[in-house]
Structure formats: C-alpha cells, structure tokens
C-alpha cells in the first residue's frame, strides 16, 4: 500500500512537471527564433519521452518492486505465510520467484525447528525427573513439568527467577556454579525436609544458547527406603538367631561345666535348649513359608469360604489366652455375609495371627473386638484392640517382614507374622491395612473378594 502511494505521487510529480514546462515553453514560443524554437520543441519532446519512460517503468518495475519490499516486511515481521502475488513479468517476476522459493524454504526450517523444540520440550515434559535449564548468571531458563510437581510452584513462577530460589542448596549451588563456570559434570545427594531423597546432576550445555546448565533431580526416596530396610532385616534377623544361639551355646557350656551330672538341672537345662532350637525351627518355617508365598509357590485350596465359620474358629480358638491375660475378646459379624474364595486354613492363620498379636499389646483389663463386613467387593475383617498402639512413622513398615517397632523390641515372637499375613490376604486378592495412635489402640483391618468375583492378581 505504501509502495503504490509513493508510485502514484512520484507519477504525478512527473506529470505536474512536464505540464508547467510545457505551458512555459507555449508562452514563449512566439518570441523566440526558429533554432531557438526547434531546440525548445526538441526539449519538450525528450521531455515528454522521459515522462512516458517513467510511467513505463513505474509500471513494470517501481509496483512490482515495491510489493516485494512489502511481502518482505510482512515476512520479518512473523508472516511467513506470505508470498508476492500475483507474480510480475520480465526480470522482476524472476526475481519474485526467486523470493518466494526464498520464503518457502524459511518457513520450512522454522516449521522443522520448531516441531523439534516442540519434541524436545514433550520428552521433557514426560520425564519423571525434575529437570530445570539455567543461564550464564544462574537464572531459571527452563522448568519441565516434573519440576513443577517438585516445587509445588508453576512455570511462570520457577522461570526467571534465581536458582538458589527454589534450591537454597549450597552443595548443588555449589555444583552448578561448577557446570556453569568449569564445564563439570557434578553429582550430589541432598536430603529434602520431609524426609525426601534427592540425587541431583548438574551438567554443562555446549552451544545451548541461554542454556548453560542443565539440573537434573532424580527422586531416591524409595531407594533409600530400601537400602534401609535391607539393613534392618540383616540386624533383624542377626537379632533373632543370636538370641537363642546364645542361650543354646550357653546350656551346653554350663552343662559342660559339670551340671550334666545332676539329673534335675540338666533336665531343666536341656528343656530351656529345646525350646530355643524350637524358637528356630518355627522361625525357619515361618521365613521359607513366606518366602515360598511372595514366590507363588505355596498352593492355595481355593475353594467358597464362610469367613462367619473362620472367625469363630480363631476366635474360639484364642479365647483361653486372652481370658488368662485378663482381656475380652468378642466377635460380630454382619448378617448376610457373602462367602469368599480362598484357603480355609490360611485364612484362619491371619485372623488367628492379628488376634495373638492384639492381645500381645494389650494391656490387662483391655478388650479386642473382631467384625467382618460387606464391603469393597467381598468382606472387610477388622480386628480393634485397646492396646498401646504404634506410632505413626512405623506404620508404613509394621507389614515388613522381621522388623519390629519400639513396642515389640522386647517382645517374643519372630517379627514374621504380620508379614505372613499381608502375603497370605494378598495372595487371595484381597488387601490388608492398619490405623493406630501410641495409647489409643490399632485397628487391622483386611478384605477377601467374594467367591463370585474374579481373583485379582498378588502383588
């Protein structure tokens, strides 16, 4: 539009020029001489010549010129959609060509860069690591979705700001100001306040423009959680067999020492000893019983079960213990209760074990309360006592095989019971659960599919 303005005022300047030359030259025709009047009519054709030249050339040339300098700005501006129609003639339509095959090509460079950023940014994206892109003065340049999670804050929030605003760190500030300065790859393990582990790689970036580092935070958390209950089943079961192989060792050394000649004491002796090796034969069995149902290898008679005739049968069963600690142990079951599909004897063995150890914790004078339940597709079993209960940073481990919390360290029993139970309810499908307060009780609670629906698979 500009370049047709500036055309037509061009023109008109032209026309305007030649008609004020022409009236001049007719008001002076009659008193000028003949050569005089022959060159003048000369000057007012070459005039007029170059005035149609122009108007040609404006035509062939200045238009089309001047629409290619406006498809041009429209390009640099973002347009790049834009092409110079329709195509002129000549020499100009060559050059037009040669500048939209120009523009073709711009816009397919910038469509395949920006489908690669785009790529970039979704693997980014989907990565279940925190990753955040820093610049030169340890600004923000980049925040995946993870980081978002991470630091609770959005995009818009994390991007700009300092990093040592997100991670007031001072190794991993540390580390990055390595990668950034000295082209280091660093690595660092931070221990977040809730108890989150964190493995931090920060790493250079060679020719990544405002990106000069990239961070990375891999969540350890659950490796951590392993790596300690590894060790803690080593000193479990470290715990558990040197106990009795101390008391075995210490009967046969006092034996030795000459109690073996009175009948009654080596009776007495021999007796403790036997209850030691028994205290480890039923660890062993306990432990490869376990063992043989977390492997699947422990067969299930899967087959309709009335959990009304289980629960009695615990119940019936554990009664005379408790009555001697001096606890009540009443049962209520809802009418109606559909069967469940597993293996009579294994079931009873949960419900007998959260029983035996509901009256392990209770003090005397307390009361354990057993009901079973319609409930999440089969039955809910809930075992309630009034016990000291546990506390709540135990609770996650309590189904962990061997580990004990501090109300069971003195306590008989091999530490393989409550895990035999999560294994066994799900190995029939079902799950197993526990809520508890230190001084107000627990409340174990599992559930069996009924016999009618489809077994779901262990964990």
Same mark, same amino acid.
């Given at each position: 539009m500009l370049g047709s303005l500036r055309f037509r005022t061009a023109v008109a300047y032209i026309l305007l020029t030649v008609a004020a030359f022409v009236a001049l030259a007719l008001y002076l025709l009659d008193s000028l001489s003949d050569i005089t009047?022959?060159?003048?009519?000369?000057?007012?054709?070459?005039?007029?010549?170059?005035a149609i030249l122009s108007l040609a050339l404006g035509a062939t040339i200045m238009r089309p010129l001047g629409r290619l300098a406006t498809t041009a700005r429209s390009i640099a501006g973002g347009n790049l959609g834009e092409r110079v129609n329709p195509r002129p003639s000549g020499e100009v339509g060559e050059l037009a060509d040669a500048f939209n095959q120009m523009a073709q090509s711009l816009e397919e460079i910038v469509a395949a860069?920006?489908?690669?950023r785009n790529r970039l940014i979704a693997a980014l994206n989907s990565s279940i690591d925190a990753v955040a892109a820093v610049d030169a003065d340890?600004?923000?340049?980049? $925040?995946?979705a993870a980081a978002e999670r991470l630091f609770v804050r959005s995009r818009d929030e994390l991007v700009g700001n300092p990093f040592v605003w997100v991670m007031p760190n001072?190794? &991993?500030i540390e580390a990055l100001r390595a990668s950034r300065e000295e082209g280091r790859r660093e690595l660092v393990t931070v221990e977040r306040p809730n108890r989150q582990y964190l493995q931090v790689i920060t790493t250079p970036i060679v020719g990544g423009g405002e990106w000069a580092a990239l961070v &990375?935070?891999?969540?350890?958390t659950e490796v951590k959680r392993v790596e300690q209950v590894r060790r803690d089943f080593v000193a479990n079961v470290s715990h558990e067999l040197r106990t009795p192989l101390a008391s075995i060792k210490s009967v046969l050394e006092t034996l030795q020492e000459g109690a073996l000649e009175d009948k009654t004491v080596a009776r007495d002796f021999l007796s403790r000893a036997e209850e030691e090796v028994d205290h480890l034969v039923q660890m062993v069995e306990e432990f490869l019983e376990l063992s043989r149902i977390e492997s699947g290898e422990l067969p299930l008679a899967r087959q309709p079960v009335e959990m009304t005739e289980v629960l009695a049968g615990a119940v019936e069963r554990l009664r005379p213990q408790a009555e001697r600690k001096g606890l009540s142990l009443a049962l209520e079951v809802a009418p109606n209760l559909p069967s469940v599909r597993g293996d009579v004897d294994k079931l009873m063995r949960v419900v007998a074990n959260l029983i035996h150890n509901a009256i392990k914790f209770t003090p005397v004078g307390g009361a354990i309360h057993l009901s079973a339940n319609p409930g999440e597709g089969? &039955?809910?079993?809930? &075992?309630?006592?009034?016990?000291?209960?546990? $506390?709540?940073?135990?609770?996650?481990?309590?189904?962990?095989?061997?580990y004990k919390g501090d109300r069971a360290r003195g306590s008989a029993g091999t530490g393989l019971g409550l895990a035999i139970v999560k294994h066994t309810v799900e190995a029939h499908g079902g799950s197993v659960s526990v809520e508890s307060e230190p001084g107000r009780?627990?409340?174990?609670?599992?559930?069996?599919?009924? $016999?009618?629906?489809?077994?779901?698979?262990?964990r």
């Open positions: 009047r022959s060159i003048l009519i000369a000057v007012i054709a070459a005039a007029a010549a170059f860069a920006s489908q690669e340890g600004r923000i340049t980049f $925040a995946n001072e190794p &991993v &990375v935070f891999h969540d350890i089969g &039955v809910t079993v809930r &075992v309630r006592d009034t016990g000291i209960g546990i $506390a709540r940073e135990e609770l996650p481990r309590i189904f962990e095989r061997f009780g627990s409340t174990f609670m599992f559930s069996i599919p009924a $016999a009618s629906l489809p077994l779901k698979s262990p």
